[in-house]
């Protein structure tokens, strides 16, 4: 039996950081799937026996349930002792960036990414509405990055898997990712991380993905 049990499907960025994090520190997990696109997560079962927020990851560990990634991100890093602050104003740091993420980074961007591009909707005001905030979210990161290789301290953090949930999602959102160039460059250092995978890969999709 593994030893971490991870609530998860692959079209969900959040659940890919904490995927991405057990890979990465060598962790012996296992993906659980979960079916989104079926309301699973919105089943009163769900909710009373998984999960309250109704809503993935969820990470189950030596009799711990866990929930929310940037809390999850923490957990694990203190349990592996990899990837985590190195300092007092380090971790302060990392939740700076990881609250910024979950507020507008991530936010944004993977409701865009859920409506334009895997809901199919079409160019909408709700999809104009997203893709500009988005957009501006990804300019603050963009401008970040031009002045360090990583989020903070130089090297890989929980912060920087944080911020990595959506960015390699192949989903079409209109967005002009490649003018991000310090993005780019950032999502090419992750990639070169040994045992770097794809959300694809690394987690189980569903038949109505």
Not at 9 to 24: D, H, I, P, W
Request: glycine share 8%; aromatic share 14%; charged share 20%.
């Amino acid at each position: 039996m593994s030893e971490y049990k991870l609530h998860c499907f692959a079209e969900s960025g959040n659940a890919y950081k904490v995927a991405l994090m057990l890979e990465l520190t060598g962790q012996d997990w296992q993906p659980l799937f979960v079916d989104f696109f079926h309301g699973q997560t919105r089943g009163d079962a769900w909710r009373s026996e998984v999960n309250e927020q109704g809503e993935v990851p969820v990470l189950e560990h030596g009799g711990n349930t866990l929930t929310q990634s940037a809390l999850i991100l923490e957990y694990l890093a203190q349990q592996t002792g990899q990837f985590g602050p190195q300092s007092e104003a380090e971790r302060r740091e990392s939740w700076r960036w990881m609250l910024f993420d979950n507020h507008k980074f991530t936010s944004y961007y993977a409701t865009l990414r859920f409506l334009y591009g895997l809901k199919k909707t079409g160019e909408t005001d709700v999809t104009t509405f997203f893709r500009e905030r988005a957009t501006a979210a990804y300019r603050v990161v963009d401008q970040h990055l031009s002045q360090t290789p990583f989020m903070i301290g130089g090297r890989l953090t929980i912060a920087d898997l944080s911020l990595a949930g959506y960015v390699f999602m192949p989903e079409d959102t209109g967005m002009q990712l490649a003018d991000f160039t310090h993005i780019e460059a950032w999502k090419a250092r992750i990639q070169a991380t040994p045992g770097w995978k794809h959300p694809y890969e690394l987690m189980p999709r569903g038949p109505a993905a």
